[in-house]
């Protein structure tokens, strides 16, 4: 059974940094990309990172140059550094893979 399971969620200040994890349960990681999303309240979730099985990677340009996604194949294990947060990175945050997908982690941008 597939099972993603987040953290690394939190309240921070604008400016500030935070690190979210993604470990995967299952034979599925390795060959598969590993998405994140969010989804703030009264809006649509959206997507804001991506890395393939082979380490590319790519973002909107919202979040371009400020969040990095990675992936550590041994470990089953994705990351989402997140720097120079906004007020508006304020939302739940979700790692998927395939059409799985985690419990989502709150992140609150806040001074």
């Known amino acids: 059974q597939v099972q993603l399971v987040e953290s690394g969620g939190g309240l921070v200040q604008p400016g500030g940094s935070l690190r979210l994890s993604c470990v995967v349960s299952?034979?599925?990681?390795?060959?598969?990309?590993m998405a994140w999303y969010r989804q703030a309240p009264g809006k649509q979730r959206e997507w804001v990172a991506v890395?393939?099985?082979?380490?590319?990677?790519a973002y909107p340009d919202s979040v371009n140059g400020r969040f990095t996604a990675s992936r550590d194949n041994v470990t089953n294990t994705a990351y989402l550094q997140m720097s120079s947060l906004k007020h508006d990175d304020t939302a739940v945050y979700y790692c998927?893979?395939?059409?799985?997908w985690g419990q989502g982690t709150q992140v609150t941008v806040s001074s």
């Open positions: 299952g034979s599925i990681f390795s060959p598969n990309g």
């Open positions: 998927s893979i395939q059409q799985y």
């Open positions: 890395v393939t099985p082979n380490g590319q990677k």
